[in-house]
């Protein structure tokens, strides 16, 4: 009876080992099913019906926001700066016609350019140059 508990237990040891040699093996071959099965579950999108998929749905949810807010912010952002270029290239044309229009007036209200448009209508400038007119203070006490 001693030599059989002896037996067993020593069957009993040795029965983990092979069973991990064996669990290692069916591992080594089973890896490529296992992979394509993986991308089969995958392109038929039956993982997403997984109880662990469905735990994970409203993180999934959140990130799936936060995605779409940061390609909304980005849309937005390059939106405001094709503006503010526009805006820039307006501001240099309309400063570049001020700058014209500024050097235009001055050479026209010169005093040589309004005599000359002015000599078709029969105006003359005055050699005599202006008198000034005092006017005496009689309120003085």
Known sequence: ??????????????????????A???A??????KVVRS????????????KKVIKQLPFIL???????CYIANNYNSQKTA???NRTLKEIEGLRYEYISTKANLMYISKQSEIIKKLGASG????IVPPD???IEDTDTE
Do not use: D, R
């Not at 080594?28 to 099913?33: E, F, I, N, W």
């Not at 991308?39 to 997984?50: K, P, T």
């Not at 105006?123 to 005055?126: A, F």
């Open 1 to 22: 009876m001693a030599n059989q508990v002896k037996n067993t237990l020593i069957i009993a040891n040795e029965a983990p080992e092979v069973s991990e040699e064996k």
């Open 24 to 26: 290692k093996e069916k």
């Open 28 to 33: 080594k071959k089973s890896a490529k099913p």
């Open 39 to 50: 991308m089969g579950n995958f392109i038929s999108g039956s993982f997403l019906s997984g």
């Open 62 to 68: 959140s990130i799936a926001f936060l995605a779409m």
């Open 82 to 84: 094709i503006e503010i």
């Open 123 to 126: 105006l003359k400038e005055s």
């Open 132 to 134: 000034k007119i005092f």
